[in-house]
């Protein structure tokens, strides 16, 4: 059978081994009688390995062996069972969830069990999560300890017990159900052109010492597909992305970050198109050096102020139980401290007001406490974050702050979204539409570039926003979530696919003004896909196994206890890299 281009792998268990030669050896629990379970994407085809098979070797072409993230180690290696080796990967990357994902090139001699360009994500099968034999060469260990880029969280499963009741002000609204179509499916990526080499030399590209394998100038590394070129390289890659080299390959972000959802032949953002410097931790891009840090202020809507958990039962009112999350666990206050820590900042007591939401208005019970202040406000739009009624920007920004080295974290659009898709059940037209997402569009970046304008900052200032997540998981069911009735999510629009593609574009936006205005954004959509109300749906694209966690709470718009722990850590590794 043919090879594809690149074969995802994502093991939900397992111990993994590194031999002296970076060779990765994944020791699976497998017999006839029990072998191992295995599901396919994006089809969500579930298998099994053949019963009596006992080792498989598998060889990629020109994979750099990059090894991202942290494992936790065990003394021993099963006995028996299955052997995966995987020869010339270009990387194993640990997850937050613990799951490890790994991307090969090209490999050759597949055997007939496996589909090609689908993504194959090995189950749990009752053992415990993946980790490293302690036995692993250093080698192998080294890289892993220089890239620490993140600590996965040390629990992510939310509550048991959700506490009752619910608030609905300040939703995010209607956030449209086509948002699911706009996720991960970066359009296929032309093959690369040969041209000369650029240092000049006869010797292989960037094997030549004349060569600047490791400058970010444009020049560098004519984007040979040799094997020679700098994919073989220990120095970074020529444009200073962590997320792997792409002068090589026709790898997409898709296929690099999120290889267990994407799908190059579903309609989708294509991020690619503007160049983003990727964040090795792949939560996010990398275009800011962050330090300094003298002040932080947190902008946008309801998901940024927290919508919190209330200890009376309304039910009978007609709210859900059990949405809402405790305040100590908003992602704003995880950060606090995370943040005051970091850079030596004041931060608010405990139990300072700042940390706790007035229910009345939608926003912080004090708007500043030390060197933190709050002006995102439940139900808030992009309009809101320059213009008037809020002007959150300069009613949190004031000039007498200015001076100060300043971090600006923000979530926002998904109530400007509840607005479009308003307007398309209505029955506007496309044109419409657009003018509607364009709109949204420029609120937004003229709210980045007036934070960014020369001067306004003179020590410093730095931005990071997230995209818009949805919360069915690519599935369009919105009564997956008991409270969707009550979120306004009923009627569908009549046109979806017009809708999808005026969402796509802004999707496309939010990339372009992080690249335009070097600011970085956080992939909310496609990290929580998976993590929504059809988690535990194998036949939902994004389906990633079972006892995937769930991170929105019942008011199926917001993140609930572990959702806030996922976005504090996607913020933190872009603040870190």
């Not at 030669?21 to 017999?31: E, I, K, N, R, T």
């Not at 006839?32 to 396919?40: G, I, K, N, S, Y």
């Not at 574009?505 to 070097?518: L, P, T």
């Amino acid at each position: 059978m043919d090879s594809p281009a690149s074969l995802p792998l994502v093991f939900e268990s397992g111990v993994f081994v590194f031999d002296e030669d970076g060779a990765l050896h994944v020791h699976l629990a497998h017999s006839a009688d029990d072998p191992h379970p295995m599901v396919t994407h994006p089809e969500g085809r579930d298998s099994h390995l053949p019963g009596d098979l006992g080792a498989l070797e598998l060889t990629g072409q020109g994979g750099k062996g990059e090894v991202r993230g942290h494992f936790p180690q065990v003394p021993a290696l099963p006995e028996g069972g299955f052997v995966l080796t995987i020869r010339n990967y270009d990387f194993v990357q640990v997850e937050g969830s613990g799951d490890v994902s790994v991307l090969v090139r090209d490999p050759a001699e597949l055997p007939t069990w496996f589909d090609a360009g689908k993504v194959h994500r090995f189950a749990r099968d009752g053992s415990a999560s993946p980790a490293l034999w302690e036995g692993s060469r250093d080698p192998a260990r080294e890289q892993i300890d220089a890239k620490k880029a993140w600590t996965p969280p040390s629990d992510s499963t939310p509550p048991t017990s959700p506490s009752p009741g619910t608030p609905t002000t300040g939703c995010l609204g209607m956030i449209l159900l086509v948002l699911l179509m706009a996720f991960a499916g970066c359009p296929s990526t032309p093959d690369p052109v040969i041209v000369a080499d650029d240092d000049d030399t006869t010797a292989n590209d960037d094997d030549a010492t004349a060569d600047d394998d490791d400058s970010t100038e444009p020049a560098d590394d004519d984007d040979s597909t040799e094997p020679a070129d700098d994919d073989d390289s220990a120095g970074d890659d020529d444009d200073d992305s962590a997320a792997g080299d792409d002068d090589d390959s026709s790898l997409t972000i898709g296929d690099i970050c999120f290889p267990a959802i994407n799908d190059p032949n579903v309609p989708g953002p294509d991020y690619d198109q503007y160049s983003p410097t990727v964040g090795s931790h792949c939560f996010g891009t990398n275009h800011q050096n962050i330090t300094g840090v003298e002040r932080v202020v947190f902008i946008g809507d309801s998901v940024t102020v927290g919508v919190p958990n209330f200890t009376i039962d309304l039910s009978s009112w007609g709210f859900p139980a059990g949405a809402g999350t405790p305040e100590t666990a908003f992602y704003r206050n995880l950060l606090v401290d995370q943040l005051a820590s970091q850079f030596f900042l004041n931060a608010p007591g405990q139990f300072a007001l700042f940390r706790y939401v007035d229910l009345i208005n939608g926003v912080a019970l004090a708007q500043t406490d030390g060197d933190f202040s709050s002006c995102a406000k439940w139900g808030a739009r992009n309009d809101d974050i320059l213009m008037p009624p809020q002007q959150q920007l300069e009613v949190c920004l004031p000039e007498a702050e200015r001076s100060k080295n300043t971090l600006v974290i923000m979530t926002s659009g998904g109530n400007d979204l509840a607005s479009l898709t308003e307007s398309a059940i209505a029955g506007a037209d496309q044109s419409a539409l657009q003018a509607e997402a364009d709109d949204l569009v420029a609120n937004l970046e003229a709210a980045v570039q007036w934070i960014k304008a020369p001067g306004r900052f003179p020590n410093g200032v730095h931005v990071i926003y997230g995209n818009m997540y949805e919360f069915t998981d690519g599935t369009g069911d919105t009564a997956s979530c008991p409270a969707a009735a009550l979120a306004g999510f009923g009627t569908p629009p009549p046109d979806p696919d017009m809708l999808a593609e005026v969402v796509i574009g802004i999707q496309e936006e939010y990339m372009r003004i992080a690249v335009a205005n070097g600011v970085d954004m956080i992939w909310m959509l496609e990290h929580f896909c998976g993590h929504g109300w059809k988690n535990d749906d194998p036949t939902a694209r994004c389906y990633l196994g079972p006892n995937t966690p769930r991170w929105f709470d019942l008011s199926c718009t917001h993140p609930n206890e572990a959702g806030h722990a996922q976005l504090a850590t996607m913020f933190m590794s872009v603040v870190n890299e």
